[in-house]
């Protein structure tokens, strides 16, 4: 045949320059297998070894990247961070659980109305009832973070007496960003440190309660969030990628938007938690050098309670101290709920016959023993022996510390309180507040023998540790 010139003769060319300068630049580094210069089997297999490990490699770092150790991640604090501004480079999927009932960590601290039955934290459950819905903000935390307060005091300076234990607010916010998941949007939203304070203070605390009270819910709601950090703990996380959600799971949140729309419905109320948290800003409890587990409720019997006896976790800085202020301000100080005997029994799981004992038929129900915060212990119902946190979570009580009385084929039960009574009582606090004590003098009469440190001085001990 008659050769074309064109593709043919240019393709001939090439090939000449291949065998000159060894190979083509496609199969340039192979070895030729001796017939049309492709590579061989084994280095086919070799290349796609390679891909699978690069492949691998690739996931592994994903999954990764944004695990980091809490101390590196507190000593990020140089600048402000903007609101809406994207996370800190490399932060970590992590955070740091309440203690549950089996003395585990990962169930929730608190709600904002209305108690959760065998939850760890009832923070402002009943206040926030009578509250107004406040919307809050956090837009203006770094504009404003420099400016005087109401009161005339330095803004970023507390009390004279916590100036005198040692205890002075950090000059500039961290460049911690925290990421939380909000359940109703199903998004999550990241804020820096001090602005993820805010939108808890606001939800979990009436923001008419006094400045001092407002000034401990931050130091308690800021320890909280950073002991989740400390510790790498994204228990009670629904989604990858989120550190708390904005619920009782962890600590009540009110987004950003929330708090705009506070901002202009009720300036008084959105300074006043913007003032409490710049006053208390990067303030946080420790307890032998570690962030504390910072559980709090709505308001006692009189007394808090040992975390022993509610959560199986025997901490030294969680015991039972009195606290006589709740009685007085509280709404929820008792509140009396009846409900039949054969309903009594059912929630109880114990058969109305077998709990029925004595020719009077009188009901078996016997408190067998109070707590050192005079809160129920255990009780005998039927001959089934529950202890007084069960009773609560299962009678749908406010509190364990209660009493009961049977007539006429019913059951009234008193309650004292409201919450599981473990840690700061929110009215307590108010009341403490209103009689002069300081946001220090609160915190420490009710997390025995914590230390208040800043987040600066933390990271310090933190990579003193570590070294």
Known sequence: MRKRKGQAGENEGIHKRRRKGGGSSRYAGFKRDGRRGRPSLSQWLVLAFGAGVLVASWSWADKHASERSAASYIEERTTAVADGSKAVKGESDRGGGQV?????????????????????????????????????????????????????RKAGALSAADAARGLQAEPKDSSLVVRI?????????????????????????????????????AIAARTYLIRRLWNEDRSGVPVRGADVTDTVTHQVYRSKTEMNELKESDPKAWAAVDEAVRRTRGIVMVYGDAPIESLYFASSNGYTENAKDVFNADLPYLVSVNSPWDREDSPRAEETVEMKLSEFYRKLGVKSLAALTGLGKRPAAVINGRTDGKRVSTVTVGGKTLSGTEIRKLLGLRSAAFDWTFEKGKVKITTYGSGHGVGMSQWGAEGMAKTGA????????????????????????????ES
Not at 119 to 140: E, P, S, V, Y
């Open 181 to 217: 998941y909000l359940t109703g949007d199903k998004r999550i939203e990241r804020a820096g440190l001090e602005t993820y304070v805010k939108g808890v203070v606001a939800a979990e605390m009436p923001t008419d309660f006094a400045p001092a009270a407002l000034e401990a819910q």
């Open 438 to 465: 300081t946001a220090a003098d609160i915190v420490l009469h009710y997390y025995t023998g914590i230390q208040l440190k800043t987040l600066s001085a933390l990271a310090v001990g933190r990579r003193g540790e």
């Open 100 to 152: 549950d009932a089996s003395g585990k960590t990962g169930t929730g601290t608190g709600q904002k109305a209305g108690d959760k039955a065998g939850g760890t934290n009832d923070k402002a459950d009943d206040q926030a009832d009578d509250q107004t819905k406040d919307k809050a903000n956090d837009k203006a935390n770094d504009k404003t973070s420099g400016a005087s307060s109401a009161s005339g």
